[in-house]
Every structure is written in C-alpha cells, then in structure tokens.
C-alpha cells in the first residue's frame, strides 16, 4: 500500500508561485523584448518582486530561463520512478513519458524557451546542464529498477536517453519552426519524445531491418 503524499503546505504554495511568476516574467521579457531586456531588475519589477527574492530563487536570471525545462525533467523522474517495478526499465522510461501527457503547458513553455534559446549561449549551456543533471538522477533511479546492471550499462543508457531526448527537440524544431506554439506542435514534440525513447527500448528496428540482406542476397 502505497504512502499517501501529503498537500504542500501554504508556505510550500507560495514559494512555488513565486519562483513561477519569476520563470513566466524571464519567459515574456525574452519573447516580447528579446534578450538585452534580460535584466534582474526587469525581471523582478514584472514578476512583482525584489531583485533580492530573485536571486533567493535562481543564480541568474538565464537560470529562471531554463525553469520549465527543469521542472518538465523532474517530472519525467518522479514519474519513472511511479512505473510498476515489475517493467523492465527501458519500457518504465517509455511509461514515464506517456504518464506526462495530458495538459501541455508545462512542455510548451519548454519548447518555447528551446526556440528563443537559439543563438543565447548561457541559455543553451544551461539548458545541457539540466539533461546532465537528469542523467545522473535517472542512473540513480535506473540501477534501483535494474539492480544486476553493470554502472556503466546504467551510464551508456541514461545518457543515450538524454542524447534520444536532445535528438527529439532538434527534429521537432526543424519541423515546427514558426508554429511551434499551437496545440498540434507541442503534442508532436510529446510523440517525438516518445518514440526516441520507444527506438532505445525496441533497439532500432528501422536500422536493424537496413542490416538484413536483400531478397536473393544471402
């Protein structure tokens, strides 16, 4: 019997709606200004704030930035780490991505910082600093699920899951690259992100099926 959760409290409430009101003010400022508005007193005025309460929430304001991004990550972790322990791990990956669907505006305000980020290298490197940091927590969580795997099987999967995931926002921005904000956009970058980690889980069928030998070349 699974430990009920218990409600975060009042304090819990306000910190969280603080450091969103933070996220989603970088978030406009870039959009509507672009980056030389990024200021941290910018910022704060616009998320209602003191410049000091910012930089209680986040080092720098590249960081308030790369928020969604982290959060979507953290989510993805709590919900492998939810998957029925009886799955293998590489399909509890896959599990974990699909229990994430439903309302798309956590992973909207990801690909919207991924577009804007383009040509920002603080950004950017920060961004990669988060799927590094996912990847250590999911080795983590992965060699509790497959405790008989060796550290470095666990280190070459976790990172070919981040390496799948990085590979799926490149694709989907090529694809969506003025309308990556409608409805149908985002919902392709949730089944781009899912089929990545389905190719990890079924061991690329499309490249093993390139390997066989033609009809009558045996």
Known sequence: METPTAAPSRREQNKAATRTAIAQAALRLLRDEGVD???????????????????????????????????????????????PA??????AAVEALRALGGPREGLAA?????????????????????WDHTADRMHEAMSQRAPAAGRFELAVYVHAVVGAGK????????????????????????????????????????????EQPAPGQD
């Open 37 to 83: 508005a990024l200021t941290a007193e910018r910022v704060a005025d616009l998320a209602g704030v003191s410049r000091r309460t910012l930089f209680n929430y986040f080092p720098s304001v590249e960081a308030a930035l790369n928020a969604p991004l982290e959060t979507f990550l953290d989510g993805a972790i709590a919900r492998f780490d939810e998957v």
């Open 86 to 91: 009886d799955l293998p791990a590489t399909t």
């Open 110 to 130: 990801v690909a919207e910082v991924f577009m804007l980020a383009e040509g920002i290298p603080q950004l950017s490197r920060l961004q990669l600093e988060a």
């Open 167 to 210: 590979a799926a926002f490149r694709h989907w921005a090529e694809q969506h690259p003025v309308d990556y904000l409608t409805e149908a956009a985002v919902d392709d970058l949730q089944d781009q992100l899912t089929f990545a980690l389905e190719q990890l889980r079924d061991g690329f069928p499309g490249l093993q099926a390139l």
